[in-house]
């Protein structure tokens, strides 16, 4: 079972401008100097988080999905990350998981975040989408998706895991950042999985400041790799299947989960 190589970019986001915030990621994409399978992005890292969508909204045929194909292609590695994506007149905030064949998976943010007005401007997604990459059953996340574990409860049965990795992308802010370090641990530990918690730095639109904080985090919760705060910083790691698999068979908690149905 091979490794699989994961590289995080925590940067700045141009308040939406989508072609500088694309040049943005494309020279630090490149500068990324070892081959990696998975690059991921933070949320809505093409605009910023935004509640007025009809100023910035983009198509699953613009040009930030363009951009992600090519790059994908070109690096022959998924690049994910989340956009506001306009379709059937709903908007959507969208976690694209662009493959290099062109082939694209995605996720819609279930919990919109009341507390700014993304529910009423946003709508919710209604399944979680789990992806595969290099033998790795992959959770889609996004921002505020970290507050609900029933959402992300990992489920086992007869050995068998429904997903090893979670992934959130974030615009969370510098005054809850104690939350989302504390949270993402705890989803590590509780569903004996990878978590990758990707999160922006910078001041937003609104004057909400942003400090980073993105992990590569072990299924135990430890840091596995950690940006530097406040800072653009792009870094990598590599997730050891073998390992997450000897370590669950060590410690069988799986077979002690709750059993339930999650009802919309």
């Known amino acids: 079972m091979q490794d699989l190589k994961v590289t995080i970019i925590q940067s700045d986001i141009y308040w ?21 399978d998975l690059i991921v992005l933070p949320e809505m ?12 909204f983009e198509t699953m045929e613009g040009d930030t999905v363009t951009w992600m194909s090519t790059m994908a292609h070109e690096l022959d590695c998924v690049i ?9 007149d709903c908007f959507f905030n969208r976690l694209i998981w ?9 996720y819609d943010k279930k919990h919109l975040f009341r507390f700014s007005g993304e529910n009423n401007v946003y709508s919710e997604g209604k399944e979680r989408v789990i992806v595969t990459l290099k033998g790795f059953k992959i959770l889609l996340q996004i921002c505020y998706d970290l507050r609900f574990p029933v959402w992300s409860r990992n489920r086992y049965n007869n050995g068998t895991y429904n997903y090893d990795c979670i ?21 590590a530990i509780e569903n004996q999985a990878y978590v990758i918690g990707v999160n922006r730095i910078g001041k937003d639109f609104n004057g909400t400041d942003h400090s980073g904080y993105s992990f590569i985090l072990s299924p135990k919760g430890e840091i596995i790799k950690e940006t530097e705060p406040y800072k653009n910083d792009v870094c990598s790691a590599s ?8 370590f669950r068979k060590n410690f069988l908690a799986g077979a002690d989960w709750d059993k339930f149905e999650i009802i919309n």
């Open 167 to 187: 992934i959130y992308v974030a615009n969370w802010p510098e005054s809850r950042r104690y939350a989302w370090c504390t949270l993402l641990a705890a989803r």
């Open 80 to 88: 994910c990350g989340s956009l506001l994506i306009k379709e059937n």
């Open 16 to 36: 939406g401008d989508i072609p500088k915030n694309i040049e943005n990621f494309e020279i630090q994409i490149r500068a990324i100097k070892e081959k990696t």
């Open 239 to 246: 997730l050891d299947k073998v390992g997450l698999d000897e």
């Open 45 to 56: 890292f093409s605009t910023g988080f935004n509640m007025k969508p009809q100023s910035s």
């Open 98 to 106: 662009m493959r290099p064949d062109g082939n694209i998976s995605f």
